[in-house]
């Protein structure tokens, strides 16, 4: 937790934004619950929700609060433990004095949320809330709004219509850019997942069950962290983004995609992700590949500034990316023409970065399109841009992924090919040669600086083809 001033500030920012937006009314805050997973008593690991983290800081389950932004109080709903939680949980600060060091003069019983809302609706007050992100707090809000739980989570991209756009706005003013003291615990966040990337790299041994890695790494993550801050990817078939299973060997010759995060007992995330050979050498079709990722990768860091737009950046790194495949001859023609026609999709269908801070997809709950889109920008229809997460003017304090990858997909090359897409552009006779390539991804976080950018954590990992080799072989 911060000191108190900090929530007071940040609650005090909420309440001026909500206002200069034209908001009235009450301010509805539901933090989370354990999660049985089986039964009752044998729960999920507990996680409190990332907005009542940054606002309240009370790291507890059964929180809720309410800001009356007519008349400024503020109340905090808990209950205090009875004797039979203190014999099996032992004891715990009452819940006053736990508001008390956020900042909080004013408490009630959890059960006083319910006629405290219903109140406020008789009088025909606004009830603001954030889009629900646990099941929870979807039922929760329900019964407090007379909504269906379907309807308090995010639609997609687009977020929650029935969700406070002024309440959305303003946390999202907020939360993208980072304090300094934020910034400390992202640093030391990402210098965890350093060492915990670095352990998975030196346990890569051809014959070895890739789960080993996976547990070995995921290890370092609770001895030092809370754990992951999302669910490991480590595979040879890096053609799929998200897989998640480990029971596959390690083979030689392969290339291994490792992306994964460390999630630190103060609840902020890291997330890098590098591209290993199994072998401890990249074969020379391997190296091309890599160097051209390698070289996006660079190359968008050092355009991300402020004042530039993060699409813009994804642009000049698709338009690099598409200048090195040239080079192999797996595309042709004009390069400006198949950046317009969205051909770097066919190889990079996911966008550059996302933004990262306490969720390692940060505020995606609330919405993608208002996290990550700016005034006046709007989604991309091409496959590839049009995953962009992040495509706001970069500012000082916004903390983003720089994530450029290749992949070879055969299904979606396939169905390229049948529809005719590209055909003017792709050499689909020599894609068919990389069928059985998988996938390239090099991914470090960022720090957007008065001056430029800084890479985050105190070791950038090994990323230069050569400078792999070297970490592999030792």
Known sequence: MFNKLTYTRRRSALVAGMKARGASGLVLFVGNVDAPAQYRDNCYKYRQDSNWIYFFGIDEPRFAATIDLDNGDETVYADDFTIDDIIWMGPTPSVASQAAEVGVEHTAAYSALDEVVAKAKAQG?????????????????????????????????????????????????????????????????????????????????????????????EGFAIAKGWGVSFATILTQHGEIFHCHSHDALVEDGRLMVIDAGLESNDHYASDFTRTYPTGGKYTSKQRDIYQIVYECNE??????????????????????????????????????????????????????????????????????????YGSGQSRSSQLGLGSLRMARILEPGHVITDEPGIYFIPALIESWKVSGQGKDFINYDKLKTYYDFGGIRLEDDVLITPDGARRLGANRLPIAPDDVEAAMAK
Request: include cysteine; charged fraction near 25%.
């Open 125 to 217: 007050r606004s009830i603001h809330f954030l889009p629900a992100s646990r099941y929870y707090q979807a039922m929760k809000l329900a019964s407090l709004t007379g909504l269906a739980p379907e309807d308090t989570f995010s639609k997609g991209k687009t977020g929650c219509p029935a969700a406070s756009l002024p309440m959305v706005e303003s946390v999202i003013a907020l939360r993208l850019i980072k304090e300094e003291q934020e910034i400390a615990l992202i640093d030391e966040a990402c210098t965890l997942g350093q060492k915990m990337h670095s352990i998975a790299r030196d346990n890569i041994r051809l014959g070895i069950k890739e789960q080993e890695i996976v547990g070995a790494m």
């Open 299 to 372: 190359l968008a860091f050092e355009l991300s500034r402020p004042g530039t737009s993060y699409r813009d950046v994804h642009l000049a790194m698709a338009r690099k990316m598409l200048e090195g495949l040239k080079s192999l001859e797996l595309v042709r023609g004009d390069v400006d023409e198949m950046l317009a026609q969205g051909v770097a999709g066919l190889f990079m269908p996911h966008g550059l970065g996302h933004n990262m801070g306490i969720d390692v997809h940060d505020m995606e709950d609330l919405g993608e399109n208002l996290v990550g």
